[in-house]
T-cell receptor, first 108, second 113 residues
């Protein structure tokens, strides 16, 4: 079993709609969680950290569910520029483990 | 502006050849990392270094070597022992506490010709 698993998608989303997707992790001792955004053939960029209480940054909301060992990302009012691959990142025994990413395609 | 610089952006390697990928950061970060990304897979850790003159193997270190002679620099050599080197290579750095996440360089795309 992979340490971090994501639905690869693609999630095809009409502009203005809401999209949400999850990421599951296997190490129950993990303490740090992140969502990164990666555009095609570019480096990943930190989108947001995920806190135990959940956190929101503009149109993006991240949640952590420790009991079920997953984190989620919700994007409201999707923009064309939100089209990207979203990487789930979880610390595991002091090292960050990356999911393979969920592709989101926002269509006009 | 502070950041991480990787060079070259594209690199072509012949069979049996060693090549070195450069990674330089001016963020004053202690820790540096090398990852490999293949299509449809998550980033896989090759090597990491948390302090000058010290580094540790990651999950896929075979066929790679690194050095950390300066805090700012963490070059990666892809040796001829790496049988499938074609991939996107990403260098990252962080302050000691991973809670703040990593900053990535723009990557080097290596192709075997």
């Amino acid at each position: 079993r992979k340490e971090v698993e994501q639905d690869p998608g693609p999630f095809n989303v009409p502009e203005g709609a809401t999209v949400a997707f999850n990421c599951t992790y296997s190490n129950s001792a993990s303490q740090s969680f992140f969502w990164y955004r990666q555009d095609c053939r570019k480096e990943p960029k930190l989108l947001m950290s995920v806190y135990s209480s959940g956190n929101e940054d503009g149109r993006f909301t991240a949640q952590l569910n420790r009991a079920s060992q997953y984190i989620s990302l919700l994007i409201r009012d999707s923009k064309l520029s939100d089209s990207a691959t979203y990487l789930c990142v979880v610390d595991s025994w002091g090292k960050l483990q990356f999911g393979a990413g969920t592709q989101v395609v926002v269509t006009p | 502006d502070g950041g991480i610089t990787q060079s070259p952006k594209y690199l072509f390697r012949k069979e049996g050849q060693n090549v070195t990928l450069s990674c330089e950061q001016n963020l004053n970060h202690d820790a540096m990392y090398w990852y490999r990304q293949d299509p449809g897979q998550g980033l896989r850790l090759i090597y990491y270094s948390q302090i000058v003159n010290d580094f540790q193997k990651g999950d896929i270190a075979e066929g790679y070597s690194v050095s950390r002679e300066k805090k700012e620099s963490f070059p990666l050599t892809v040796t001829s022992a790496q049988k499938n080197p074609t991939a996107f290579y990403l260098c990252a750095s962080s302050i000691e506490d991973e809670f703040y996440g990593y900053t990535f360089g723009s990557g080097t795309r290596l192709t075997v010709v």
